[in-house]
């Protein structure tokens, strides 16, 4: 499984970009997608995921009711929509696939078997 994240960029505080997380194993959802950050000189940091066979996202706190995780099977990717950037949003942010991680994991990098490419999101006060 191949990922590809896209749609980092710079954008002002209060502003909003969409991510996207694409592989052709995504036209069904058997996988479970989960996005992760690092900012610089800290650990990865879990962000969101979305289910196998699920279309309801988990979020770690801090995003919650900013940012949403949702899957198009039509456009086989994963899409991470963040809204309300704050400058602690910025940092490398990646996507990672398990076709057999179980819920209660969503939230360990360590337990998903396949990673893409980082995006830089860098948010300005």
């Known amino acids: 499984v191949q990922l590809q994240a896209s749609g980092g960029g710079t954008v002002q505080a209060g502003g909003s970009l969409k991510l996207s997380c694409a592989a052709s194993?995504?036209?069904?959802?058997?996988?479970?997608v989960g996005w992760f950050r690092q900012a610089p000189g800290k650990g990865p940091e879990f962000v969101a995921a979305?289910?196998?066979?699920?279309?309801?996202?988990l979020y770690e706190d801090s995003v919650k009711g900013r940012f949403t995780v949702s899957r198009d099977l039509t456009e086989n990717t994963v899409y991470l929509q963040m809204n309300s950037l704050i400058p602690e949003d910025t940092a490398v942010y990646s996507c990672a696939a398990s076709s057999r991680i179980i819920f209660s994991s969503l939230g360990s990098w360590s337990m998903y078997d396949y990673w893409g490419l980082g995006t830089l999101v860098t948010v300005s006060s």
């Open positions: 194993e995504f036209a069904s959802s058997r996988y479970a």
């Open positions: 979305i289910p196998r066979h699920n279309q309801n996202g």
